[in-house]
């Protein structure tokens, strides 16, 4: 009875040494799982990381299953052969050397103080990355940053925990004397996640940094220092980011790729890459530059008339624009430079084929041609009310080839300074804004144009862009229902619709007031009753 109670105690030890060794692993990979899942952009493939967890889950219970079966049959063939499982057992590990025995336990031992102190330094870890980042967010008391600071410090978190998880797995494997292969990739995937980690942190810091400037360009702002002009860039930040995301990428996937034999070619694409990154990145804030400056410089005058600067603003446009092409050319030639190909032949037969089209294309010629006539002419400048080929409104923007124009109804014009034959400008020194009015036939006009008069000369005062009062011009027609008459009101350029919709309304009061009718259409029906029959 003894010994069948010491065979069944054998084999419970040993298919219990199985399920501790297979739940220490699946207790080791899910935490490696959540670490993972930290990560913003593996959060992405969630629904792969949680499969492959069941997977692998699975297979651990599948294996511990198999390995009690086999322990179970293997042990009940012993018994059955009549061999004592105790001596058995007893005899199995007397022939391991006690040097074994002994390496064992110091690895273990080892393995397992360096777990409790990792526990420690993590509890520890944890309670300060929370109480720095709760002073980081009072700094100032800027909030726009919040956001960006509670991402940095939770990247840092978990960076620290699976990066000395990792580490002391690594140390665990040199203690427990495992195989090299293990070993080595071991530290190839610590060398991987330390290089993700780095770059992630780079990432969420520099989204700090600029946050926090936007910060304190809102509280400090001021004309007396360089923040002052943060605003005018605010625009770029998206930009930048992006490309600083880009770069870091790039050198993870640089330095990643060299760990492996195979893929050491990989990382010789990392530096052109990052090289035109930069191009890219610098031509644009070049061109953002450029612009802010050709405004600054043509329009520092303070005793600038408002013709003075039209002009400006209508030339500045084109010295941008010619400015960012050249920087476009620059970055393109760069850029070529940077993947060893020679620009010249290449630019040498885009000048042929350039001069060659530009030769064969007329309307292109007339094109400029006019846009340049139009600009040394002043026929128009921009902020100017005009019309032309039909279209009519304020002039937004003049190219060397096209015309923008806005219609006050919000519609956008585009029109070829070829096509532009015919200019009606309203924005020359003045213009007057005509408004007819109908009154009835019995009515007095002396007294009509009295209160029209009135009417204008109050317009005047009220209105600072009228610049002399309404002139009555006089009877301008006969009509079906109404005596039509003109009136002019001389005001500011590009002012005159304004000033006609409100001298209607000023009209239609004072004749409501005076008891002047405005008349109107009217139908007059005649109903006549049949003759009677005799």
């Known amino acids: 009875m003894n010994n069948l109670l010491s065979n069944i105690g054998i084999v419970f030890a040993e298919i219990t040494l199985v399920i501790l060794f297979c739940y220490s692993i699946n207790w080791l990979f899910g935490k490696f799982y959540r670490q993972c899942m930290t990560v913003s952009w593996l959060q992405k493939g969630e629904k792969i990381a949680t499969s492959v967890k069941k997977t692998v889950k699975n297979f651990l219970f599948l294996t511990t299953c198999v390995l009690s079966l086999i322990i179970i049959s293997f042990n009940s063939w012993l018994i059955y052969k009549g061999v004592n499982l105790d001596q058995f057992t007893s005899n199995l590990l007397k022939q391991i050397p006690p040097a074994l025995w002994l390496n064992l336990l110091t690895s273990t031992s080892q393995s397992i103080l360096v777990i409790i102190l990792i526990s420690i330094i993590l509890k520890n870890i944890h309670q300060s990355t929370k109480k720095i980042c709760d002073k980081t967010k009072a700094f100032k008391e800027i909030q726009i940053n919040n956001k960006s600071i509670d991402d940095f410090f939770q990247v840092v978190d978990h960076s620290l925990t699976t990066g000395i998880w990792l580490l002391g797995l690594n140390l665990c494997t040199q203690f ?5 292969s293990i070993t080595k990739y071991l530290y190839i995937l610590l060398n991987i996640y330390l290089t993700f980690a780095i770059g992630f942190l780079l990432i969420t810091a520099i989204a700090v940094v600029i946050d926090t400037i936007s910060g304190l360009s809102e ?34 996937g640089s330095l990643t790729s060299i760990q492996f034999d195979k893929l050491v070619f990989i990382g010789n694409y990392g530096t052109p890459i990052i090289k035109i990154i930069i191009v890219i990145l610098s031509s644009k804030i070049l061109i953002e530059i450029s612009h802010f400056l050709i405004e600054k410089f043509l329009l520092k005058g303070e005793n600038l008339t408002s013709i003075q600067e039209r002009k400006r603003l209508t030339f500045i446009p084109l010295i941008q624009n010619t400015v960012r092409y050249l920087i476009y050319f620059g970055a393109i030639v760069t850029v070529l430079y940077i993947i060893e190909i020679d620009p010249t032949p290449i630019l040498a037969g885009a000048g042929i084929v350039g001069l060659a089209v530009g030769l064969g294309t007329q309307s292109l010629l007339n094109d400029l041609v006019n846009g340049f006539s139009i600009l040394l002419q002043n026929y128009y400048l921009v902020g100017d009310f005009i019309e032309t080929n039909g279209a009519k409104g304020i002039v937004e923007a003049i190219d060397l080839r096209v015309t923008r124009i806005r219609h006050p109804d919000g519609s956008q014009y585009i029109i070829r300074n070829g096509d532009i034959s015919k ?112």
């Open 176 to 180: 427990l004397k495992l195989p090299s």
């Open 219 to 252: 509280e400090y702002e001021r004309e007396d220092n360089w923040l002052k002009y943060y605003s005018r860039f605010r625009h770029l930040i998206p930009f930048i980011k992006s490309c600083i995301k880009y770069i870091i990428y790039v050198c993870i």
């Open 423 to 534: 200019i009606i400008n309203f924005s020359k020194e003045y213009v007057n804004a005509s408004v007819t009015v109908g009154v009835d036939y019995d009515s007095n006009l002396d007294h009509v144009y009295a209160v029209i008069e009135k009417v204008g000369k109050q317009l005047k005062e009220i209105n600072s862009d009228v610049l002399e009062a309404t002139f009555v011009n006089g009877l301008e027609e006969f009509g079906d229902s109404d005596l039509v008459i003109r009136t002019t009101t001389k005001v500011k350029p590009g002012k005159h619709i304004f000033i006609q919709r409100l001298l209607r309304k000023m009209i239609k009061e004072a004749f409501d007031q005076e008891g002047i009718e405005i008349p109107f259409p009217r139908q007059v029906m005649i109903f006549q009753n049949p003759p009677e029959q005799k």
